[in-house]
């Protein structure tokens, strides 16, 4: 009898150890199902955290437009509206400083007309004793373009100038006149423009008749 008692025994200790089993797989599959019903909470903030990151990606972009339309505003803006000093080179300081350079001194700054194409400036050459010794120096535009004459003259001066033309007068020596008193009257020269040249519409005294 004892000996039935314990092979019935221990015919059940499987089936206990097997319920067992089934009882913790049970625990385990409740566990697996909190744990995958957790896990889309945990997805779905990472997802909507994504798209707040793409606003300041689109808002950088107003900056730079911004830019850009600052950068066309400037190119396209007009010009100064106050009037432009002249070029120095049209200017009387210029047209002085240049007859200084080749050793003339202005007579008198006043005979240069800077509204008129052709213009002119009567020069005694520096440092003569005797204050003679003059040239008509011609500008265009303020452009120097060359003297009356080759050589100096003893007297000369602007009688009438305009746009293209300008007319000097030249006083003529006679044979034994001193040099502060020519009796042989005055010759007058037309200077005019033509296409950017000076041309003399009369005849030129002679040296020894305008210098003595």
Same mark, same amino acid.
């Given at each position: 009898?004892?000996?039935?008692?314990?092979?019935?025994?221990? @015919?059940? &200790?499987?089936?206990?150890?097997?319920?067992?089993? =089934?009882?913790?797989?049970?625990? +385990?599959?409740?566990?697996?199902? #909190?744990?995958?019903?957790?896990?889309?909470? =945990?997805?779905?903030?990472?997802?909507?955290?994504?798209?707040?990151?793409?606003?300041?990606?689109?808002?950088?972009? @107003?900056?730079? /437009?911004?830019? /850009?339309?600052?950068?066309?505003?400037?190119?396209?803006?007009?010009?100064?509206?106050?009037?432009?000093?002249?070029? @120095?080179?049209?200017?009387?300081?210029?047209?002085? $400083?240049?007859?200084?350079?080749?050793?003339?001194?202005?007579?008198?700054? &006043?005979?240069?007309?800077?509204?008129? $194409?052709?213009?002119?400036? #009567?020069?005694?050459?520096? +440092? &003569?004793? !005797?204050?003679?010794?003059?040239? $008509?120096?011609?500008? #265009?535009?303020?452009?120097?373009? +060359?003297?009356?004459?080759? !050589?100096?003259? $003893?007297?000369?001066?602007?009688?009438? %100038? &305009?746009?293209?033309? #300008?007319? =000097?007068?030249?006083?003529?020596?006679?044979?034994?006149?001193?040099?502060?008193?020519?009796?042989? /009257? %005055?010759?007058?020269?037309?200077?005019?423009?033509?296409?950017?040249?000076?041309?003399?519409?009369?005849?030129?005294?002679?040296?020894?008749?305008?210098?003595?």
């Amino acid at each position: 009898m004892r000996a039935m008692r314990r092979a019935r025994s221990n @015919a059940l &200790s499987p089936v206990s150890v097997l319920c067992g089993a =089934v009882l913790l797989l049970g625990c +385990g599959s409740g566990t697996k199902t #909190v744990t995958a019903s957790s896990a889309p909470e =945990v997805t779905q903030p990472t997802t909507t955290a994504t798209s707040p990151a793409k606003t300041p990606t689109s808002a950088a972009k @107003a900056p730079t /437009g911004g830019a /850009g339309a600052a950068t066309g505003t400037t190119r396209s803006a007009p010009e100064p509206a106050f009037t432009q000093e002249k070029p @120095a080179s049209e200017s009387e300081a210029a047209a002085a $400083a240049l007859i200084r350079s080749k050793g003339f001194t202005p007579n008198n700054s &006043s005979e240069y007309h800077s509204n008129q $194409a052709l213009r002119v400036l #009567v020069a005694t050459r520096t +440092g &003569s004793g !005797d204050g003679y010794g003059q040239q $008509a120096f011609f500008f #265009v535009n303020g452009r120097y373009i +060359g003297t009356d004459t080759k !050589d100096p003259s $003893a007297k000369l001066r602007v009688v009438s %100038q &305009s746009d293209t033309e #300008v007319t =000097v007068a030249y006083p003529l020596y006679r044979r034994n006149d001193a040099l502060c008193c020519p009796g042989g /009257g %005055q010759a007058t020269v037309r200077f005019q423009l033509n296409n950017g040249r000076l041309t003399p519409l009369d005849p030129i005294p002679s040296l020894e008749r305008r210098a003595g």
